[in-house]
């Protein structure tokens, strides 16, 4: 964010579509959150990555799904694995952006609180692709995408690697 500023409006065709898609509202959440139980089944065994936490008192709209990175376990950090994710045709975003980073608010604000948590958080989250219409190879190619990252830059698979060479004897490259 640059400039402070406000955006009210809707469209016609926007608030066209909006109405249509309200009386498909409770099968489009199931969906997603179908797709969320498919993603968490997989993912929240790989201790690379921390899964969106889940309350049993709380029904989730799974607008978005957040994975974070245990960046300590990885070799790689958010930006190149956004780029291995778009190799392989899978998109990803980043939604929340702390408030000390817009340049509007670091020139307006007197922060009494500089965002502490925020900003060291910031480095860890990913949304995945996440929309009722993914089919099943749709969801299944994302968690393919993201096991096949996170194992490749695992630091466990590095020091694992690393240990066989020395016991082996075996240089890289030989």
Known sequence: MVECGFKYNMSDIAAAMGLAQLKRLDEMN????????????????????ETPPERADCRHAWHLYILRLNLERLTVDRARFFDEMERRGIGGSVHFIPIPLHPYYRKTLALRDPCTRALAEYPRPLSLPLYSKMTDEDVERVIEAVRDIVVRHSVWQTVAFDGLEAASGVEAGD
């Open 30 to 49: 199931a969906r997603r959150a179908e797709i969320a139980r498919r993603y968490n089944a997989t993912l929240v065994e790989m201790p690379e990555v």
